[in-house]
């Protein structure tokens, strides 16, 4: 919980200077990274052509502040020494913006030939700061610091399809399943949650959903249901 604490500050003194938005690359071929923008706040100190590197290494010199970006708990692993990252953003939105995550990339124009441009929450669109979850564990093998894209952020879709009980150890058994996504409890799901307001806390992932069914049979989570949920910055 130290841990996102500390990174939201890191979210705030980037809002302080950036007209309260989110950080986020400009588009899903960029090797800048929400992190990596980070990096200029959380003792760091990044330069452009440290975030412009894929990832960073355990033994980086670049990154001997790489642990905040851990958690404590955290059993997955990689063949390698870049740095597991067990935090991340939602990768959520709705051309008419009923649904608003902290990013997304989009195509607003349709030209499918071009890489799908960045669009990241400013802080005025929360209409629930208190309840709405700006960052959590996703502690997936592919989810690395420094690592630009779509990559370190995540959809519920993806959570409930690879990570519910039905398809977890089946299909991510080499880099945890259950237990290594779900450190502090694999079998009531648990994760902690950084809210809009700077509050840490703590539940099963299948009670953040409106329909947790679809969790424990691994199927995917339209936007239609993310609507009422703790994921939707725009939820009445």
């Given at each position: 919980m130290n841990q996102q604490k500390q990174i939201f500050f890191a979210f705030a003194l980037y809002h302080d200077d950036n007209n309260g938005y989110f950080p986020v690359g400009k588009d899903e071929d960029d090797d800048i990274s929400w992190d990596d923008l980070l990096g200029a706040y959380d003792?760091?100190?990044?330069?452009?052509?440290?975030?412009?590197?894929?990832s960073f290494q355990e033994d980086d010199n670049l990154n001997k502040a790489y642990e905040l970006y851990q958690c404590p708990a955290n059993i997955q692993y990689f063949d390698g020494k870049r740095v597991l990252k067990s935090?991340?953003?939602?990768?959520?939105?709705?051309?008419d913006r009923s649904v608003l995550g902290v990013m997304s990339f989009t195509n607003h124009d349709g030209d499918t030939?071009?890489?799908?441009?960045?669009?990241?929450?400013?802080?005025?669109?929360?209409n629930k700061p208190s309840r709405f979850i700006s960052m959590t564990e996703f502690q997936?093998?592919?989810?690395?610091?420094g690592n630009g894209g779509?990559?370190?952020?995540?959809?519920?879709?993806?959570?409930?399809?690879?990570y519910g009980p039905t398809n977890a150890d089946s299909t991510h058994g080499l880099d945890g399943g259950i237990k290594g996504f779900f450190p502090h409890d694999p079998k009531n799901y648990k994760l902690n949650y950084l809210h809009g307001d700077g509050h840490v806390s703590t539940r099963s992932f299948p009670n953040t959903l409106s329909h947790p069914e679809r969790f424990f049979d691994g199927n995917?989570?339209?936007?239609q249901y993310i609507i009422d949920t703790a994921w939707n910055a725009a939820e009445e």
């Amino acid at each position: 919980m130290n841990q996102q604490k500390q990174i939201f500050f890191a979210f705030a003194l980037y809002h302080d200077d950036n007209n309260g938005y989110f950080p986020v690359g400009k588009d899903e071929d960029d090797d800048i990274s929400w992190d990596d923008l980070l990096g200029a706040y959380d003792g760091r100190n990044l330069t452009e052509t440290d975030m412009n590197a894929s990832s960073f290494q355990e033994d980086d010199n670049l990154n001997k502040a790489y642990e905040l970006y851990q958690c404590p708990a955290n059993i997955q692993y990689f063949d390698g020494k870049r740095v597991l990252k067990s935090y991340s953003v939602s990768r959520h939105f709705n051309n008419d913006r009923s649904v608003l995550g902290v990013m997304s990339f989009t195509n607003h124009d349709g030209d499918t030939s071009t890489p799908k441009v960045a669009w990241s929450l400013k802080l005025t669109e929360i209409n629930k700061p208190s309840r709405f979850i700006s960052m959590t564990e996703f502690q997936n093998q592919w989810n690395q610091l420094g690592n630009g894209g779509t990559q370190g952020t995540f959809t519920l879709g993806y959570i409930t399809e690879k990570y519910g009980p039905t398809n977890a150890d089946s299909t991510h058994g080499l880099d945890g399943g259950i237990k290594g996504f779900f450190p502090h409890d694999p079998k009531n799901y648990k994760l902690n949650y950084l809210h809009g307001d700077g509050h840490v806390s703590t539940r099963s992932f299948p009670n953040t959903l409106s329909h947790p069914e679809r969790f424990f049979d691994g199927n995917n989570y339209p936007n239609q249901y993310i609507i009422d949920t703790a994921w939707n910055a725009a939820e009445e």
